[in-house]
């Protein structure tokens, strides 16, 4: 019988587990935590958004991002979703094609996915770390830190990036990789906190707004997101930076002037959010200037956005605004500039960009070009995808094609 053994038991590591022993392999989980699946109990802050309705290449990244398309034509949305269902998970939408299982919890999947385990007599070992893989006499050898070492025929590697190392993932794969030949395409935190550089951010933490943001990068557009924006002490977070944080933290690395462009007012033209602001300080002109917004926009932003805009003497009666002010204020409003410092470390970011280069990987069996008998799958590829979904359908599915081809291929 074929000996599979899979280092890593995340989202793609578990999947691998069950496809290769419905494939008739004997399969062995090894996993450095003291129990497989941590980081999924995490997932869509524990409901699990385990794929999205819209898949296809375009939501992935990585200097060759097409190389999720050998893998989704294998193992797509309906091969994820008939998956799914062979283990009782039904699934149900939420906005913008996301997947959520109907029980909304993800623990209900990590228990799926051990239940068929133990059915298919999967042997899991928690609480040991692979170190190397080594070759002998024609089989592969995973040497343990504790000294314990676990023959196999095939090897599959789903330890995951360095996202959230308190989950597990520390980015000990890639030197697991490396020592095979690979070539590691530097890591970087995608779908992270962002961190500015501004003197006013204690003043509005915690505020909470819908906006549109844009990234611009040495004086180029580079990205555009429209959602939640959340300030912090530190910088912003929120689902529409979150979607545009990997071009920031990629750029910031590169040492490039990255700054975030956020509009308040998205359904607005300027002009049209000139004259409402011209309007409403001709209602009531004698109103103090920073008191003739409240209403429009969240208190605590009012006095940051008129420090933006440059105004002064903020108990100056609003009809005293100058024209010009009130176009300051209003392009404060669409387009307030503000510098990017960087992203929050890998502990908060959710995953990895970068990772083993995917030009030295099979892309029909996820099999080593370098270390036969070896395969990837998971975030340790040089692949992410954006939020929604799409990280645990990469892990799924290509946690399944190498499962498949680990048991199959002799
Ligand atoms: C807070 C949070 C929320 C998220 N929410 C979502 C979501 O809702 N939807 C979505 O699509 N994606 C989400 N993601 C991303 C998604 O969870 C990951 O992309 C996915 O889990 C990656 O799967 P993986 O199997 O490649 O790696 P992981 O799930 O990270 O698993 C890797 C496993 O390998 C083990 N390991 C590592 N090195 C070794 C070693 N040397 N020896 C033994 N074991 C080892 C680790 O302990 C770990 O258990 C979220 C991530 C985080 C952090």
């Not at 008129?306 to 100056?316: F, T």
Request: with cysteine.
């Amino acid at each position: 019988m074929k000996q599979v053994v899979i280092i890593g038991g995340g989202a793609s590591g578990l999947v691998a587990a069950i496809m290769a022993a419905r494939n008739g392999a004997c399969v062995t989980v090894l996993e450095r935590m003291q129990r497989a699946g941590k980081k999924l109990l995490a997932t869509g802050n524990g409901r699990c958004n385990l794929a999205n309705r819209r898949l296809d290449a375009t939501y992935y990244h990585g200097a060759r991002a097409e190389f999720v398309e050998g893998i989704f034509a294998q193992f797509g949305l309906d091969a994820t979703l008939a998956f799914f269902d062979s283990l009782g998970v039904s699934v149900e939408e939420e906005d913008a094609g996301k997947l959520f299982p109907s029980s909304r919890q993800a623990s209900s999947v990590l228990d799926v996915l051990r239940y068929e385990m133990t059915q298919l007599c999967v042997t899991e070992v928690c609480d040991v770390i692979v170190h190397a893989i080594q070759s002998q006499r024609g089989r592969l050898l995973c040497v343990c830190g504790d000294g314990r070492t676990f023959e196999a025929d095939r090897v599959l590697v789903c330890t995951g990036g360095k996202s959230s190392p308190n989950l597990g993932s520390n980015g000990g794969g890639y030197k697991l990789a490396q020592a095979l030949g690979h070539t590691i395409v530097e890591p970087f935190p995608a779908l992270v906190q962002v961190r500015l550089l501004a003197p006013y951010l204690n003043l509005i933490a915690g505020v909470g707004i819908e906006g549109k943001a844009e990234v611009w990068v040495d004086g180029t557009l580079e990205g555009t997101a429209t959602g939640e924006l959340l300030f912090a002490k530190y910088g912003i977070s929120g689902t529409a930076i979150l979607q545009l944080s990997r071009a920031i933290s990629e750029h910031t690395l590169k040492g490039r002037r990255t700054e975030l462009r956020l509009d308040l007012f998205p359904a607005q033209s300027f002009d049209a959010l000139a004259a409402l602001l011209e309007q409403r300080i001709a209602k009531d002109a004698r109103k103090p200037i920073d008191f003739s917004f409240v209403g429009l926009v969240h208190k605590r932003l009012i006095p940051v956005l008129l420090l933006v805009a440059r105004v002064q003497n903020l108990q100056r009666p609003c009809g005293d605004l100058s024209r010009d002010e009130i176009v300051r204020i209003a392009s404060a409003m669409k387009a307030w500039a503000i510098l990017c410092f960087g992203t929050q470390s890998w502990m908060f970011s959710q995953v990895t960009a970068g990772g083993v280069d995917v030009r030295e990987v099979d892309p029909a069996t996820l099999e080593s070009k370098r270390a036969p008998g070896v395969h990837f799958a998971g975030e340790v590829l040089d692949i992410d995808g954006d939020s929604g979904g799409y990280n645990l359908q990469w892990a799924w599915a290509s946690g399944a094609v190498a499962g498949v081809h680990a048991a199959m291929l002799d």
